[in-house]
């Protein structure tokens, strides 16, 4: 947080809006996929938001700071992580209810807790380990109705399996992703991550252009566009969100996606929650609760998530867990 700003009113305020708009964008993402291939639209996200927020450091006078980097290929393999999971997430929201898309995408702070200790060291206690454990209790909840082809008689259609499926591996790729973020926000800006995360996303779904991609007409079109559109001004806004509270203050406020994509899953696709979801989603975000409490009270501070949109990346300042 921005020393002499602080204002947690105005972060949670924007903070809720980045989310309402992040949650507008899998609407439009959901929509339009039923038109297009998935690639087409992470394209039209990807670009659209690197325009957007291109322009902003521009209006800022910062887009020479924004572009410039000492580290290509921590943002080359940051970008690739970053294209993997963006089309994981598009697919799972493609084939699933959107609340059950964005309640599996609450697993990968838990994964990326798992992989902090692995990879990056960091000492994660008891405290810690239990709440994940219940929060990937209720990851299987949620996932179990999807997987019934394991049981006999199971009737959960194969698309809906494949969006489960897409789902969780998408969070694992964001959580691995918070990794490579953790190393490579030591010695480079957040706005720098987005713009080369946004670059490359863009340029690897360009290339997979020969193979399904249509011209978008009308309303599909516009979808599209307003995706990215959306995209960008949301990460500002996240962005401006922890510039003026703590990260502590407004991380919770994560978890009103939920809320939002339950009424504009049932108004605008018919999607109904089921008492699984509901009940597996509640206590993935009780175990999220826990686990961002317990950062607070030890003192973490947090990479700011604007540079990824669906996970609360932590970094430790010291052994503590």
Same mark, same amino acid.
């Given at each position: 947080?921005?020393?002499?700003?602080?204002?947690?009113?105005?972060?949670?305020? %924007?903070?809720?809006?980045?989310?309402?708009?992040?949650?507008?964008? !899998?609407?439009?993402?959901?929509? !339009? !996929?039923?038109?297009?291939?998935?690639?087409?639209?992470? @394209? @039209?996200?990807?670009? @659209?938001?690197?325009?957007?927020?291109?322009?902003?450091?521009?209006?800022?006078?910062?887009?020479?700071?924004?572009?410039?980097?000492?580290?290509? +290929?921590?943002?080359? +393999?940051?970008?690739?992580?970053?294209?993997?999971?963006?089309? &994981?997430?598009?697919?799972?929201?493609?084939?699933l209810p959107l609340p059950d898309a964005i309640a599996l995408g609450y697993a990968a702070p838990l994964f990326l807790t798992i992989l902090a200790a692995l990879l990056l060291g960091e000492t994660v206690?008891?405290?810690?380990?239990?709440?994940?454990?219940?929060?990937?209790?209720?990851?299987?909840?949620?996932?179990?109705?999807?997987?019934? @082809?394991?049981?006999?008689?199971?009737?959960?259609?194969?698309?809906?399996?494949?969006?489960?499926?897409?789902?969780?591996?998408?969070?694992?790729a964001v959580a691995l992703g918070g990794v490579v973020v953790s190393k490579l926000i030591v010695g480079e800006r957040s706005t720098t991550v987005v713009v080369y995360f946004s670059a490359i996303g863009? =340029?690897?779904?360009?290339?997979?252009?020969?193979?399904?991609?249509?011209?978008?007409?009308? +309303?599909?079109?516009?979808?599209?566009?307003?995706?990215? &559109? %959306?995209?960008?001004?949301?990460?500002?806004?996240?962005?401006?969100?922890?510039?003026?509270?703590?990260? !502590?203050?407004?991380?919770?406020?994560?978890?009103?996606?939920? %809320?939002?994509?339950?009424?504009?899953?049932?108004?605008?696709?018919?999607?109904?929650?089921?008492?699984?979801?509901? =009940?597996?989603?509640?206590?993935?975000i009780a175990a999220g609760l826990i686990v961002i409490w317990r950062e607070h009270t030890l003192s973490l501070s947090r990479v700011p998530s604007p540079i990824w949109p669906w996970a609360m990346i932590?970094?430790?300042?010291?052994?503590?867990?």
């Amino acid at each position: 947080m921005t020393p002499g700003r602080a204002n947690p009113r105005v972060g949670i305020i %924007l903070k809720i809006a980045s989310v309402l708009g992040f949650t507008l964008m !899998s609407a439009c993402v959901k929509a !339009s !996929s039923a038109i297009v291939v998935i690639t087409e639209v992470c @394209f @039209f996200r990807a670009f @659209f938001a690197l325009l957007t927020i291109l322009a902003y450091a521009a209006w800022k006078g910062e887009l020479i700071e924004a572009v410039r980097t000492s580290n290509p +290929w921590g943002h080359f +393999w940051r970008g690739l992580l970053g294209l993997t999971a963006m089309s &994981l997430n598009f697919a799972a929201i493609a084939y699933l209810p959107l609340p059950d898309a964005i309640a599996l995408g609450y697993a990968a702070p838990l994964f990326l807790t798992i992989l902090a200790a692995l990879l990056l060291g960091e000492t994660v206690r008891a405290f810690r380990w239990t709440a994940v454990l219940i929060g990937l209790f209720g990851v299987v909840i949620m996932l179990w109705p999807r997987l019934s @082809f394991l049981k006999a008689g199971g009737t959960t259609s194969s698309t809906e399996t494949i969006g489960a499926l897409c789902a969780i591996f998408g969070a694992m790729a964001v959580a691995l992703g918070g990794v490579v973020v953790s190393k490579l926000i030591v010695g480079e800006r957040s706005t720098t991550v987005v713009v080369y995360f946004s670059a490359i996303g863009s =340029l690897g779904f360009l290339l997979t252009a020969p193979f399904g991609w249509t011209m978008p007409q009308g +309303w599909t079109l516009v979808l599209m566009i307003v995706s990215g &559109l %959306l995209g960008g001004v949301s990460q500002m806004a996240m962005t401006q969100a922890y510039r003026y509270a703590d990260a !502590s203050t407004v991380a919770p406020f994560e978890y009103t996606s939920m %809320l939002f994509g339950i009424v504009l899953g049932y108004f605008l696709f018919g999607d109904v929650p089921t008492s699984t979801m509901l =009940l597996g989603s509640t206590i993935v975000i009780a175990a999220g609760l826990i686990v961002i409490w317990r950062e607070h009270t030890l003192s973490l501070s947090r990479v700011p998530s604007p540079i990824w949109p669906w996970a609360m990346i932590g970094v430790e300042k010291h052994d503590a867990g």
